[in-house]
Structure formats: C-alpha cells, structure tokens
C-alpha cells in the first residue's frame, strides 16, 4: 500500500477560479499491470484511506471505510487490482481544501478556497492518473457522493473507463434531501463561531457542524432501521450532550437516538471541518448528471463500457427508483446495464456496513462482467405492477 500526497501544480475550477498548486492525498493498493486500474471514489466524508488505518486512531470512521471490500481476496482484490483511492478537492484529509494554507496569505484559505463540483473531483482524479502513468482505468466504483463521481467519469472521460459501479447514488439528489443539507449547511454557518469560515485559529462551529452531521445522519438510517436500533427508549448512556437543553427538558427523557447522534456528531466535530461539510454537501447537491446535455441517457451516450447499477431498499436518501432511472438512461444509451436491488432495511449507509450484500455482485461484475451469478438485474424482474424484485443476499455465499 502507498499512501501519499502528490501536487499536481496549478488547477482550474469548474467554476472558472484557480490555485497555484492542488496537493492531492491519495492510497494505492497492488500493482498497476497496464489495464487492471480501479478506481475507488469515496462518499461525502470519507477519505483515501479506504481500506487502511493510515494516520487515524481507532474508531476514526474515515480510516478503513471499505476494508470489508477493498484487500487481498476481497471484492476489490487488491492481489489483481490497482487500487487509487484519493481523497477530493475540498476535503478535508490532505487534499486541498478550505482548511488547507494558502500559499498567498500563509493562511487557511477557509470561504476564499475555490467552489468545487463532482466534475472537479473528477479532472483532479485525472490528475493524478497522469502523475501515476496510469492512462485509463478497468473500472470506477463509488457509494453515495462517490457514486455522482462515478457517473462524472463515464460523462468526461468515456473512452478511460470500461466498468462503471454507481453504488447507491443517483443522477441527482431530490428536493427532500437538498433541503435537508440546506438546513445541514445553516446550522453550521449560524453557528457563532463560524465567522464567514474564517474561524482556524480560534474556536470552531462544532455545534453546528455537530447538528450538520447529526441531520445527515438520520438521512444514512431507514425508519426500520432506527425503529429496530432505538425504538423510543430512554438512553441508556449519557453521551457526550453537544448541545445544552431547555429547562422544561428535564421532565422529559433523553432517548437513545438523541444519544446515538449526539456522541456520534462528537466523535464526527474531531475528524471533519465544518467549511469542507459546506463546500462538499454543495457538491453533492449541485451534481446533475443530464447538466449540458439533454437527458442523462445522452450524457452518458459516448460510454460504451458495462455497468453495475446497486441500490437498497431502504435507502431514501438516494433510493432503488432513482437507480432504475439511472439503469434506464444507460439502457436508453445501450450500455450493458444490470441494475442489482440489494434487500436491506439498514438505509442509505447499507453501502457501508453490509459487505456481503456489495461484496459477491462486485467481485463477480469485476471478475466476468454482468453475467456474474451474483448480479441480478430489474430488468428480468421488475413488471408493471410489483415493486422491484430484490435479491436477498441469502443467494450469494462466497
Ligand atoms: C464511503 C465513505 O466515504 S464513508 C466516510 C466515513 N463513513 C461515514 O461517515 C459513515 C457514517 N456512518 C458511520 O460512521 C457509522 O458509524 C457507520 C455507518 C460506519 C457504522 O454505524 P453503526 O452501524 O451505527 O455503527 P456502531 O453500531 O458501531 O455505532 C457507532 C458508534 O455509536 C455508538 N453508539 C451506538 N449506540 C449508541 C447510543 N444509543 N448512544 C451513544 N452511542 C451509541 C457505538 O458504541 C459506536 O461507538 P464507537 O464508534 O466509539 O465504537
Ligand atoms: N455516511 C457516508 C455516506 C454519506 O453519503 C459519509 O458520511 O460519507
């Protein structure tokens, strides 16, 4: 495994901004053979450390984040593989981002770092390609956020990849879920020690981006799931309360769920910087697929690889139906195409926690391409009247 941080020099937003110098924080796994290169495209606060502990100590919930998935005999077999993992612009785990110096003041750059975009991460991943002498890719594979930056890759550069693994994404978010990383985004920037972003150096909106998280949070569960794990139970533990509670609160119970965000969005304050939640979570919500084009089915047009569409379903947060439209627009563009509905009432975050679920579709889609006996496909299943047709993860043992 190689973990470092390479500059690539001066970079050009989408948004028409540039810096001198975009540092890029990336990990490898295995050895490049020419045509064996994966890229692993990580979720909204994820790093590149995606199956290492790198410099983070126990617990860090962005070390390792997909070490059931990406190792030696895993999915992503990294004894057959290449695996580059980088960690995007405006970030915050060595890449450049708001936290990050500015060579011009010697500060952190904070609100006056450039606006970034999935399609930005995607041409500083191709940066970093070049640096590596890696010239196109076997295949992308992405969970959340990560699966918008697969799509990018197929929309810019079609003729660098041949597979293409959207994991519970979507071609763009629903108004639900902007709204709610609307609200995500004010309790951070009314947060009194925001300061307009300005505040490295002194004391950090962690409250805010403690509440930011703790309403991202509850996006990542289903109602099943946070009924089966919380019900409305008293809490047992008195986490950490990051926020101070009204009087009149005391004659009430503080629940298990409270407790479950409030010391989860704690742990969450150390790791992450409230500046790339605002500059991330805009990314995510600006991202539309069909941007430039007419429809999605012809912004992916000029790809002419296969594709693993996978959803759960009881993800809300970017759910089964939208993964059938993106199934359907690259059917529409006649890709191979198998859209795979895994069972699970976990939530959006299934994509995270249940490896045996993504693991046998993924390693069979990568190993022999879509007649995989681990993929499943809506299209042989779904009729007019049924919901879709999931496959219980019973089917699969690996
Ligand atoms: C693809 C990417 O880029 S991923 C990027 C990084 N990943 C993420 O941010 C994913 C967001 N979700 C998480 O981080 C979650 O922890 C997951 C999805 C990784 C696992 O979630 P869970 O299934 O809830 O894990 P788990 O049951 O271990 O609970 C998480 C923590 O909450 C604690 N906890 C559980 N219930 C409670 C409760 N009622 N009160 C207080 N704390 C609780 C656990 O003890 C655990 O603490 P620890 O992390 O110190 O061990
Ligand atoms: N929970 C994961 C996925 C969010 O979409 C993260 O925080 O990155």
């Not at 890449?95 to 041409?123: L, Q, R």
């Amino acid at each position: 495994m190689d973990s470092s941080t390479v500059s690539v020099g001066e970079f050009e937003f989408q948004c028409g901004e540039t810096i001198e110098n975009l540092e890029l924080a990336y990990e490898t796994y295995g050895e490049f053979e020419g045509d064996n290169a994966v890229l692993v495209c990580h979720a909204l606060t994820g790093s590149a450390h995606v199956a290492s502990r790198g410099r983070f100590e126990e617990g860090d919930q962005a070390y390792a984040w997909w070490d059931d998935i990406v190792g030696p005999g895993k999915a992503i077999d990294t004894t057959e593989y290449f695996v580059i993992c980088v960690n995007v612009p405006g970030s915050c785990y060595g890449t450049s981002g708001p936290a990050s110096e500015n060579p011009e003041s010697g500060e952190p750059y904070g609100p006056d770092f450039p606006p970034v975009t999935v399609a930005d991460w995607t041409e500083a991943q191709r940066r970093l390609l070049d640096e590596l002498g890696v010239p196109a890719l076997y295949a992308v594979v992405g969970g959340s956020v990560g699966g918008m930056n697969v799509l990018e890759w197929a929309k810019r550069h079609p003729d660098h990849v041949e597979k293409i693994v959207p994991i519970a994404a979507a071609g763009r978010l629903d108004p639900q879920c902007l709204a709610l990383d609307g609200i995500a985004r004010r309790a951070i920037t009314t947060d009194e020690n925001w300061q307009g972003g300005h505040y490295y150096g002194g004391d950090h909106p962690d409250q805010g981006l403690a509440l930011a998280r703790e309403i991202g949070h509850v996006m990542y569960f289903s109602k099943s799931s946070m009924e089966r794990r919380f019900g409305r139970r008293a809490a047992t533990r008195e986490a950490e309360r990051a926020f101070p509670t009204d009087p009149a609160g005391r004659f009430f119970p503080y629940r298990d769920v409270e407790s479950y965000l409030d010391y989860n969005a704690s742990k969450f304050v150390e790791r992450f910087d409230a500046n790339s939640y605002l500059y991330l979570t805009r990314a995510m919500d600006n991202y539309d697929l069909a941007s430039g084009f007419e429809s999605d089915a012809d912004a992916l047009a000029a790809f002419d690889g296969d594709a693993l569409v996978m959803s759960f379903t009881g993800d809300w947060h970017f759910t089964s139906e939208q993964s059938e439209a993106l199934a359907d627009a690259l059917r529409g563009s006649d890709t191979p195409v198998a859209h795979h509905v895994v069972d699970s009432d976990y939530g959006h975050d299934a994509f995270l926690v249940e490896p045996d679920s993504v693991g046998p579709p993924l390693a069979d889609f990568l190993e022999v391409g879509l007649d995989g006996s681990a993929i499943s496909d809506t299209e042989e299943t779904v009729d007019d009247s049924s919901d879709f047709a999931p496959v219980h993860t019973s089917l699969f043992s690996r």
